[in-house]
């Protein structure tokens, strides 16, 4: 069993920056691949990137390329999102998943909100 909390959402304005954070819990292995996804009003959950369990391999959805990063802090069982040059189209709910076990995201967080004003 893995229990996955995210925090860290909220209203911020286009251009400013924000960082999520997933706290976990339970079995994870350290190659292990832990996800951020996300789904905005009426569009289908996208894929945002991940990161293994222990921090040492990285990969970001070309729409966010360039404007994020995935890091894990191994004392706190933490994965982070941290978005900068935020846009209003980044604005969505936004999920923490993992661990990535035969071809599925096998736990979910409960999401948060991420608003971006233009």
């Known amino acids: 069993q893995v229990q996955l909390v995210e925090s860290g959402g909220g209203l911020v304005q286009a251009g400013g920056s924000l960082t999520l954070s997933c706290a976990a819990s339970g079995r994870i292995f350290s190659s292990d691949i832990m996800g951020w996804f996300r789904q905005a009003p009426g569009k289908e959950r996208e894929m945002v990137g991940t990161v293994t369990w222990n921090g040492r391999s990285t990969n970001y959805a070309d729409s966010v390329k360039g404007r994020i990063t995935i890091s894990r802090d191994n004392a706190k069982n933490t994965v982070y999102l941290q978005m900068n040059s935020l846009k209003p189209d980044d604005t969505a709910v936004y999920y923490c998943?993992?661990?990535?076990?035969?071809?599925?995201?096998?736990?979910w967080g409960q999401g948060t909100q991420v608003t971006v004003s233009s």
């Open positions: 998943a993992g661990p990535y076990r035969r071809g599925v995201y096998t736990y």
